[in-house]
């Protein structure tokens, strides 16, 4: 009779749901079987639990805490993959020991999967599909399992070491299965009650949700939830992951599906895929063109055009290097003109320049360069010049004489003349005109009125001309030297009267100047002003370096538990502290730049007064000149050389940049500056797109990929160094949120510098390579961040200006004023106060599973592990004064409650419109990926709809999310329309376009028109089951909620805005777990606690009581154990 009536309940189950049963008499097995009577050894078999017959049913053998066996398994094959709706165990009757077999029963699992893996106990919990939990189950079961598979699984285990829920058996637990049903579709490829709909073309395996026909997984090249929508461009393969290789010819895309590229490869690579690059050697379209022989020093070609890139041999022309040069020229580049000296003007050798006919007259060695020496000519330079030439021409041999010689080969005496070619008569008053031929000298007596070995002068004219001479230089050096005097004394006037205006301050300088060695004094001779924004200045506005100034010395440690006690003191009046605390450090020039002010330096520099000291600058070994670059080596706190610090790269280094990248082993980057901010470029971008790369001289650089988060990106590239053969991956880790002119939000920095901390932990580089624009003010407030981050771990205290003078140290101003300054202080108050709770999704959800604080048991008094996070949560929590609420303060009447008003810096602002104000209680939000793209808002009060619509138009909201019924708002009646309606409020019409109800939330699609705008279709999600008056949601609802959100948000751009009855009960649970799903989806990790602390920083009152914060860890930890199923976490 028993069997009768489980016969007709399943009968009747089938008729009402019209699903199949996909197991019976389907091939089942188990880990072990129990042994059955010695006249019947199969009595325990797994195929029991499929026979549809209750009587016989499956035995293990006995698994408990001190067995042998830890863990039991039975599986059923379903002979191919089917759309599963649910799962029902049926066990036979105990009679009075049904609580013992719920204990033996409880703590299963059951998993639907493709491949049916089991490996010593351990199944993929990615196919998991229900997991019991702390309470007794039913000992006839049924759950719904929407999944689709091939082989179902039911699992259980006892291990040693785990803590199990009181009622659970802990030894001899023999599990018996009596019937094991699925339901679900028998033919392959539909869905739908009857079975009677066919699923999407492009879903993988052929299945899809039982219920709605959502696909599981896509066929490769297809995504979306009904696999409608191609991949997008780029991209191809299974769930769209694969990356095209970016090489299709003509920049072509390749195929969706296969990753092909149709057109064929680009020049440069080959392969199916157009993923392999040519071999060296080789290069063109398919590979088919073979590299010059010429390229130098037998470097392989470009690959995609053939050029040498590093140059061609001697004699040969660019860029193939496939042709001799041009005529006239040779060697090295084709830049060396041939001799005009060849013999005939022939041509010279391509190579290297050898005259092959041989010189001209006048002209020998092998490229006819060199004159003929001293003393020959002509051809060969074999002819011998004349004794008697001065100088002989190397042409033709022609000659200028020496002294007593002339004609045209010099060899002819001079007669009655003397000189040079004889061109000097002798003296008449010589007796017979007789000369020595060489110096004019009279070989005999001179006349009577002559005198002279030249007999040139008589005896008046000599005395005449020696007096006044002798005078006339007496007295020109008298004169002279008045002169001399005279202007010295007035000078000297002069200079005293101007030292004498001169202040205290400029005296003390020109001493201190004149005590130095000229060496120093080229850097300390500028007395100018401190840079207050180092960062922000540009090229075309030049700042002056600051006047090199001396402090006390700096022996201030401060335990770290004292930081947030030591922020206040020093923020008390006006930040006094502060300001006397970073004025007294060391600041300006402090060392030689000599390099850096080399005037074919000066290019380099981003910035005319911020230069790298010599004793401390990166020298780039592989440049031929001085290997300059502006970037010092900075050390930690222990005195190693840790980190370097440099400007943003100009244009015109990036190569350099590179090259430091390469020398230095670098693999991990931080930059701290966009690359434009307001009208200034900061920065140029030096690295190359996407899979796109980026080559100058040794170095190539390609570009990986990159993840975009709301404050940053991640990108990785990967380096080849041609000359070492050496590759390597660097990652830049780019912080995009510190705004121009301002500072970063401290929690904010503290979070990217996390993410930094993981890559340096791994990495295997030398240095953390830090730059902003100038290198110094966003630069220096981040690496010390990070060097005081790790001395306060390892010693308890640090001392902030004793660091700063250390960085100083080694590049001029590091840390750019006061604010930046106490930025440093609070950013490691956050740091050290507020540790990362960051943990992989699996360890969080083994965690969420074993421990009960995180189970939704209702009973605050038994969560303390969780609680005292939360205790924690709220002492962090950001202070604001009466201030920071000015505008909801003045509007105090438009807030449903004053408790909860909008922080200034973050709230929205709507736009002026006659009559109405702008104030509406709305702040916006980041998400983990996305900046200011949530608005969290209160509900419109009765009188304030126009303004809810005047939100949503002027920030763009494409989806509203009322975290209740609408109709449960007194305001709903005035905009909202119902299926047949058409809603008037002042500038606005509301239409009506479609209505969809789920379980949990219902979607209504509007049309918002105004005027002199277009209109706007906006999607309303509504939670009909979370009335008002409950304290907290069930966690299905708000998981539902924000997955209709997500979905929405993959058709359409636009803000998200979230409301509840003031803005941040309810809101806060909303967008943690939002932000928490983004994180698990890109990162496959979670930190509920930051993010909470990051949205508290713009809503302090998000997440204000304990219950809330539970319910984020158990949504999120729903949303780990039933909906996260296919995607792999």
């Not at 299963?108 to 490996?119: A, E, H, N």
């Not at 997991?131 to 719904?144: A, I, M, R, V």
């Not at 020496?402 to 004889?422: F, L, M, P, R, V």
Request: glycine share 8%; aromatic share 8%.
């Amino acid at each position: 009779m028993e069997l009768i009536n489980v016969i007709i309940i399943l009968t009747g189950l089938a008729l009402v749901i019209a699903y199949d049963d996909l197991s019976q008499n389907k091939i089942a097995t188990q880990s072990t079987t129990a042994a059955g009577p010695p006249n019947a050894p199969n009595t325990f078999v797994a195929s029991n639990a499929v026979d549809r017959n209750i009587t016989t049913c499956m035995r293990a053998k006995g698994i408990g805490l001190t067995s042998e066996h830890k863990f039991e398994w039975w599986k059923v094959d379903l002979g191919g993959v089917y759309n599963i709706y649910s799962i029902n165990i049926i066990f036979k009757n105990y009679q009075g020991y049904e609580m013992r077999q719920q204990g033996r029963f409880a703590g299963f699992s059951l998993y639907v999967t493709d491949d049916g893996l089991i490996d010593n106990g351990v199944i993929d919990s990615s196919s998991r599909c229900y997991k019991d939990g702390p309470h007794l189950p039913s000992l006839n079961f049924t759950t719904t399992c929407i999944s689709s598979g091939r082989y179902v699984i039911f699992y259980n285990e006892r291990i040693s070491g785990v803590k199990y829920p009181e009622n659970y058996q802990l030894e001899n637990i023999l599990t018996e299965l009596c019937e094991v049903i699925m339901m679900g579709c028998q033919t392959a490829g539909v869905y739908g009650e009857s079975c009677e709909k066919r699923c999407p073309t492009n879903c993988r395996d052929n299945t899809c949700h039982i219920q709605n026909g959502t696909c599981f997984g896509c066929s490769p090249g297809w995504n979306g939830t009904m696999c409608h929508t191609e991949c997008s461009e780029g991209w191809y393969g299974l769930d769209c992951k694969l990356l095209c290789s970016g090489h299709c010819r003509d920049n072509a895309v390749c195929n969706h599906v296969t990753g092909v590229c149709k057109g064929g490869c680009a020049a440069g690579w080959n392969g199916t895929l157009c993923d392999k690059e040519c071999e060296d050697g080789s290069y063109g379209y398919n590979c088919v063109h073979k590299c010059s022989s010429n390229c130098l020093h037998d470097f392989p070609c470009n690959k995609t055009n053939g050029h040498c890139e590093q140059g061609c041999k001697p004699g040969y022309s660019k860029p193939l290097c496939d042709k001799h040069c041009s005529t006239g020229f040779y060697g090295n580049s084709c830049t060396e003109p041939c001799s005009k000296n060849c013999l005939n003007s022939l041509i010279c050798d391509h190579i290297d320049g050898t005259c092959s006919g041989g010189c001209q007259a006048g002209f020998v060695g092998k490229l006819c360069n060199s004159s003929c020496k001293d003393g020959y000519y002509g051809i060969n330079c074999s002819g011998v010049c004349p004794s008697h030439c001065r100088k002989c021409n190397p042409t033709d041999g022609t000659c200028s004489c020496y002294a007593g010689w002339t004609g045209s080969n010099c060899s002819i005496a001079c007669s009655k003349s003397y000189g040079e070619d004889c061109q000097y008569q002798c003296s008449p008053s010589c007796i017979n005109q007789t000369c020595d031929r060489f110096n004019g000298t009279c070989l005999t007596t001179c006349l009577k009125e002559s005198h002279g070995d030249k007999c040139s002068t008589d005896h008046q004219d000599q005395m005449s001309d020696i007096t006044p001479v002798a005078v006339g230089g007496t007295l020109s050096a008298c004169v002279i030297l008045i002169i001399v005097v005279a202007v010295f004394v007035i000078r000297y006037k002069r200079k005293s009267a101007i030292m004498k205006k001169m202040s205290p301050r400029a005296s003390k300088v020109k001493q201190r100047m004149t005590m130095q060695s000229l060496k120093r004094k080229s850097y300390l001779e500028s007395d100018s002003p401190q840079i207050v924004n180092a960062d922000e200045a540009d090229d075309s506005t030049p700042t002056l370096p600051e006047r090199p100034q001396k402090g006390p010395s700096t022996n201030q440690n401060i335990p770290i538990r004292n930081i947030k006690a030591q922020i206040a003191n020093m923020s008390a009046k006006e930040n006094s502290g502060f300001k006397s605390e970073y004025n007294e450090i060391p600041r300006g020039e402090l060392s030689p730049c000599l390099e850096a002010k080399k005037p074919e330096n000066k290019v380099k520099n981003r910035y005319t007064t911020i230069h790298p000291y010599d004793h401390s600058r990166v020298v780039l070994t592989s440049l031929n000149n001085d290997g300059y670059i502006n970037a010092n080596y900075i050390e930690d706190t222990k005195g190693n050389k840790a980190y370097i610090a440099t400007q943003g790269p100009k244009p015109k280094t990036i190569a350099d940049f590179w090259t430091l990248i390469s020398q230095e082993e670098v693999t991990v980057i931080v930059c701290l500056t966009n690359l434009k901010e307001g009208a200034k470029n900061k920065c140029a971008q030096y690295w190359p797109n996407v899979n796109d790369k980026l080559q100058g001289g040794n170095i190539t650089v390609r570009h990986l990929g990159e993840s975009t988060y709301a404050e940053h990106i991640i990108r990785r590239f990967k380096i080849h160094n041609k000359l070492k053969q050496q590759d390597c991956v660097v990652t830049m880790f780019h912080y995009t949120a510190w705004a121009d002119h301002g500072v970063a939000d401290p929690l904010s920095l503290v979070v990217f510098h996390r993410q930094v901390m993981k890559a340096t932990a791994k990495s295997s580089g030398k240095y953390t390579l830090v730059h902003c624009s100038a290198g110094v003010g966003r630069t220096g407030t981040y690496i010390a961040l990070d060097a005081l981050y790790r001395e306060g771990q390892n010693t308890g205290k640090i001392n902030v200006p004793l660091y700063v003078k250390t960085m100083r140290k080694d590049r001029m101003n590091m840390i750019q004023g006061e604010e930046q300054y106490k930025l440093l202080y609070l950013a490691l108050m956050e740091a050290f106060r507020g540790p990362s709770r960051c943990v992989p999704t699996q360890l969080f959800l083994s965690e969420y599973q074993q421990q009960d604080c995180y189970t939704n048991c209702g009973n605050a008094s038994k969560k303390s592990t969780l609680s005292s996070e939360f205790e924690e949560l709220l002492s962090l929590r950001k202070v604001y004064s009466q201030k920071d609420y000015e505008s909801g303060r003045a509007h105090i009447t438009a807030n449903y409650t004053q408790s909860v008003l909008p922080v200034e810096e973050y709230m929205c602002h709507l736009s002026y419109s006659k009559g109405h104000n702008t104030y509406y209680n709305a702040i916006l939000l980041q998400s983990f990926l996305e900046k200011d793209c949530i608005i969290s808002a209160q509900y419109p009060l009765p009188d304030y709809s126009e303004d809810l619509l005047r939100l949503v138009r002027d920030f763009n909201a494409r989806i509203v999310v009322f975290l209740c019924p609408i109709k449960d708002l007194a305001s709903s009646s005035a905009w909202f329309p119902t299926k047949t309606q058409v809603k008037f409020v002042g500038d606005f019409t509301i239409k009506h376009v479609s209505e969809a109800k789920g379980s949990n939330v219902t979607m209504t699609k509007l049309v918002l028109q105004s005027k002199e705008n277009s209109d706007i279709r906006i999607t309303v999600l509504e939670c009909p089951t979370w009335r008002e008056g409950q304290s907290t949601a069930d966690k299905r609802v708000l998981l539902d909620v924000i997955k209709e959100v997500k979905t929405e948000k993959t058709y359409q751009e636009g803000r998200i805005l979230v409301q509840s009855s003031d803005g941040a009960t309810r809101c806060g649970p909303f967008c943690v777990v939002y932000n928490a799903l983004e994180q698990i989806t890109v990162d496959r990790e979670v930190d509920i606690f930051t993010i909470a602390r990051q949205l508290q920083v713009r809503r302090p009152e998000f997440v204000s009581i304990l219950e809330e914060y539970q319910l984020c860890y158990d949504t999120v930890g729903e949303y780990l154990l039933n909906d996260c199923v296919y995607g792999n976490v």
